[in-house]
């Protein structure tokens, strides 16, 4: 059985990535910081599909815990799958963050550094020598990135969003020797928990959102979720490097 670990899946992309992966016949190693109750559910989900889940908590903010956290994995993969490797990595985790430029602080752009930036580079990092070769390794960036969804108020989060996307260039050269394929997935808006339940909390603005959108509605965690999900499968063994907007055609 492939493994695979995914973090930040106890809600939204993470979630539905994680339930995808164990459709597909993966055991999955899900990560939670702050929502356990949500990390439960998920292997609920799984385990009542038939699949295999095991949910680790991890702060992809504080990068003093990964060699804790790859000392829990090993001991999970032996335990529950009797394996010592693993074979996909989904950097997910993360946060949404809406500031204008000249409102952005210090304090605020270094905590995404930590969580947007530095975490999934150095989490992968401490990861790598548990991670087989022929793996594969996708990265959650966002189409705040590219020129689709330059939206005012993301210039920080957009731009660590972007330094993401060119990371992912370079892991999969680097790791290429190794035939571990990396890429990313730009999602449009999402309903997701991001920002505090913005969608739920501010329901006004998404027919907005549809209405620039070529496909007509907001995207759903699924949408993105099964997207990750089929960059890991064999079926795209070719593929690598690449960037994915998964946005339904926004501002098309």
Same mark, same amino acid.
């Given at each position: 059985?492939?493994?695979?670990?995914? =973090?930040?899946?106890?809600?939204?992309?993470?979630?539905?990535?994680?339930?995808?992966?164990?459709? #597909?016949?993966?055991?999955?190693?899900?990560?939670?910081?702050?929502?356990?109750?949500?990390?439960?559910?998920?292997?609920?989900?799984?385990?009542? $599909?038939?699949?295999?889940? +095991?949910? &680790?908590? &991890?702060? +992809?903010?504080?990068? +003093?815990?990964?060699?804790? *956290?790859?000392?829990?994995?090993?001991?999970?993969?032996?335990?529950?799958?009797?394996?010592?490797?693993?074979? *996909? &990595?989904?950097?997910?985790?993360?946060?949404?963050?809406?500031?204008?430029?000249? @409102?952005?602080?210090?304090?605020?752009?270094?905590?995404?550094?930590?969580?947007?930036?530095?975490?999934?580079?150095?989490?992968?990092?401490?990861?790598?020598?548990?991670?087989?070769?022929?793996?594969?390794?996708?990265?959650?960036?966002?189409?705040?990135?590219?020129?689709?969804?330059? $939206?005012?108020?993301?210039?920080?989060?957009?731009?660590?969003?972007?330094?993401?996307?060119?990371?992912?260039?370079?892991?999969?050269?680097? &790791?290429?020797?190794?035939?571990? #394929?990396?890429?990313?997935?730009?999602?449009?808006?999402?309903?997701?928990?991001?920002?505090?339940?913005? *969608?739920?909390? *501010?329901? $006004?603005?998404?027919?907005?959102?549809?209405?620039?959108?070529?496909?007509?509605?907001?995207?759903?965690?699924? @949408?993105?979720?099964? +997207?990750?999900?089929?960059?890991?499968?064999?079926?795209?063994?070719?593929?690598?490097? $690449?960037?994915?907007?998964? =946005?339904?055609?926004?501002?098309?």
């Amino acid at each position: 059985m492939k493994v695979a670990i995914v =973090s930040g899946a106890s809600s939204g992309i993470g979630q539905s990535t994680a339930i995808q992966l164990a459709r #597909r016949g993966t055991g999955v190693i899900l990560t939670y910081h702050g929502n356990q109750q949500g990390a439960v559910d998920t292997v609920a989900i799984i385990e009542k $599909e038939g699949g295999t889940a +095991v949910a &680790l908590p &991890l702060d +992809v903010g504080d990068t +003093v815990a990964f060699a804790p *956290f790859r000392e829990a994995v090993a001991a999970t993969l032996g335990d529950r799958w009797q394996r010592d490797t693993f074979d *996909f &990595l989904v950097n997910n985790a993360g946060f949404g963050h809406l500031a204008m430029f000249e @409102d952005t602080t210090e304090d605020s752009f270094d905590t995404l550094v930590r969580v947007l930036l530095k975490g999934p580079y150095f989490l992968t990092q401490t990861l790598l020598p548990l991670l087989a070769d022929g793996g594969a390794i996708v990265n959650t960036t966002s189409n705040s990135a590219t020129r689709s969804g330059l $939206e005012p108020g993301y210039s920080a989060y957009g731009s660590l969003k972007g330094a993401l996307v060119v990371l992912t260039r370079y892991l999969a050269k680097e &790791l290429s020797p190794r035939g571990i #394929r990396v890429n990313s997935v730009s999602p449009g808006a999402t309903r997701t928990r991001i920002a505090d339940n913005a *969608f739920e909390r *501010f329901p $006004e603005v998404i027919p907005g959102i549809a209405a620039k959108t070529a496909l007509g509605r907001l995207g759903e965690p699924d @949408d993105i979720g099964m +997207v990750i999900a089929a960059l890991l499968a064999e079926e795209c063994r070719w593929i690598t490097a $690449e960037d994915i907007e998964v =946005s339904g055609g926004y501002n098309l």
